[in-house]
């Protein structure tokens, strides 16, 4: 939602509460609880930025085994990057955020777009194509953890997307990050987290992919990942 408060309901058509108006001229996300078994609204939290005009579009949620935190995977200022937010459900507190963000000096596209959450054994795992010549990942405390590059194509003036895997632990810490990338552009489709291994299933246009050699116990062949 943008600049205009949004009215919550219950299942019984009744009205549950109004949240306030996002930033003015961009869209915030809001977060709604509802009972299970009757509709019922039982809790609400808008996800905003500090910044004026910085706007968040959510495109994945996961929840925690226990039920007790959801993970919401959003889009920032336009393409620019991506955020990680932790939500305590009990209180609909947002206890931390973690982002991925990057610049496009060619300005031909959205640096990222449609972020994928997964949620395993006390792990995050979040990927998100970027087209960024630097795209930084960092901890929950805005401390970078690593930075990856890309390289425009020299016949198309262009950067072309290549996908990213980040692992988070529960506090927002960033243990390792892989990227996936080839001459065209790969995008990322679907993430399952289980057993202690990460599935990534993709598209891809390049002839051939390469992706760093971090992490094999978890990240599965490439014939399974694409």
Known sequence: YTNTTISIYNSSGTLYGTLPAGNSGASDVYVVKYSASTGTVTGSLKLTSAAANQSYVPSSCALDSSGA????????????????????????????????????????????????????SGNIYVTCPYSANNFTVTHSNGATFKTFTNTPSPYYGRYFYDTLLVKYSGSGTALWASDIKGERDEFPIGLVAENSKVYL??????????????????LQSLRHLV
């Open 69 to 120: 935190y959801a993970y919401i995977a959003s889009t920032y200022t336009g393409g620019s990057g991506t955020i990680l937010s932790n939500v305590l459900l009990s209180s609909m507190t947002n206890t931390w955020n973690a982002t991925l963000y990057g610049s496009d000096p060619l300005a031909t596209t959205s640096v990222s777009q449609n972020p994928i959450v997964a949620f395993n």
């Open 201 to 218: 299933y993709m598209s891809y246009m390049s002839s051939r992919v390469q992706r760093s050699e971090e992490h094999t116990s978890e």
